[in-house]
């Protein structure tokens, strides 16, 4: 049986408006869909529905990651585009590849969150909506 290519997600790196965004944890995302149409009728062969391809939808990302309050280019300029409602640019770079294949696209942060527990560090979440079409560049 041949080894695995499978490439760990450690190091995977998170950007927007160009600028890092430090100490992610996690990056889910973007999740990409398609809306069917239905084009059902009464002469549909056999009782079974029919659809054609409808509009994509370039999702959302979710991120989390350490709360780094001197992060100024990168978590606070996605809150900060968050309060404001401003389109930025995202990237999300591949790790473990000498040319990193990157996903890239625009999109506004439409949730944001902190998590202050007893026990751990200070956390944040964001959810970006992308607009428009994620473009994915392999290596």
């Known amino acids: 049986m041949a080894a695995s290519a499978a490439v760990s997600a450690f190091a995977t790196a998170l950007r927007w408006d160009n600028a890092a965004v430090l100490e992610v944890t996690n990056i889910s995302g973007p999740s990409e869909s398609m809306d069917p149409i239905d084009v059902t009728s009464h002469d549909s062969d056999d ?8 509009l994509h939808d370039g999702g959302e990302i979710t991120v989390e990651g350490m709360c780094i ?47 202050f527990p007893f026990d751990g560090p200070i956390t944040f979440s964001a959810t970006i909506k992308v607009t428009g079409k994620p473009t994915y560049t392999p290596a």
């Open 69 to 115: 309050v001197g992060d100024s280019t990168g978590q606070v300029a996605m809150h900060t585009d968050f309060q404001a409602t401003t389109v930025k640019a995202w990237e999300i770079r591949f790790p473990s590849y000498a040319s990193a294949p990157v996903i890239t696209g625009n999109g506004y942060i439409t949730a944001w969150s902190w998590d």
């Open 47 to 54: 009782g079974f529905r029919e659809f054609v391809a409808g």
